[in-house]
């Protein structure tokens, strides 16, 4: 068994547990558990179908919200991955309070302040989406951008990794 097959048995069993473990259900909770146990202090990876990383999602606590099969993470990290010679090397990190993420959808976004730190810049504002199936990150309000090089040379490095994965 590969290891990201045991991470997504690990996690999905997890999400599973914390599905049983609802008042909803009608299933008895065990000693020492909660139906709103979060999970704390957790990194969780997923991986394209070549089994490449494409991103760490780290939180202090999750609870899973069984409306929306999502699960809704607080003081999260989530780090981006981009691939060259199948490795996996980080790429993008964005930290906010609290978000929402759809573990299946490769999607999270949240209401609250973001802050994202990629390759030579820093984007900071409120309420956004992560959209890891089309690669984009939206910052909906009060953005800040700042750049620690030249905007010139910024562009042409985003033009050479999109010619890059082409």
């Known amino acids: 068994m590969l290891l990201k097959?045991?991470?997504?048995?690990?996690?999905?069993?997890?999400?599973?547990?914390?599905?049983?473990?609802?008042?909803?259900?009608?299933?008895?909770?065990?000693?020492?558990?909660?139906?709103?146990?979060?999970?704390?202090?957790?990194?969780?990876?997923?991986?394209n179908e070549e089994g490449l990383k494409i991103w760490n999602l780290a939180g202090a606590e999750g609870h899973l919200v069984l409306d929306n099969n999502s699960l809704k993470v607080n003081k999260m990290t989530i780090t981006t991955f981009s691939h060259k010679n199948g490795q996996s090397f980080p790429d993008t990190i964005l930290e906010s309070d609290s978000a929402l993420i759809f573990t299946k959808e490769h999607r999270a976004e949240s209401s609250d302040p973001v802050k994202v730190q990629g390759d030579g810049f820093q984007i900071k504002g409120k309420g956004w989406i992560c959209d890891r199936t089309i690669n984009q990150i939206i910052v909906k309000e009060n953005v800040q951008v700042s750049f620690q090089d030249s905007l010139q040379k910024f562009i042409s490095s985003q033009e050479n990794l999109q010619e890059k994965a082409q």
């Open 5 to 47: 097959d045991f991470l997504k048995i690990a996690f999905i069993f997890l999400l599973s547990s914390l599905y049983f473990l609802h008042p909803s259900t009608g299933i008895e909770t065990p000693p020492g558990f909660s139906a709103l146990s979060p999970v704390t202090d957790f990194i969780y990876p997923q991986f």
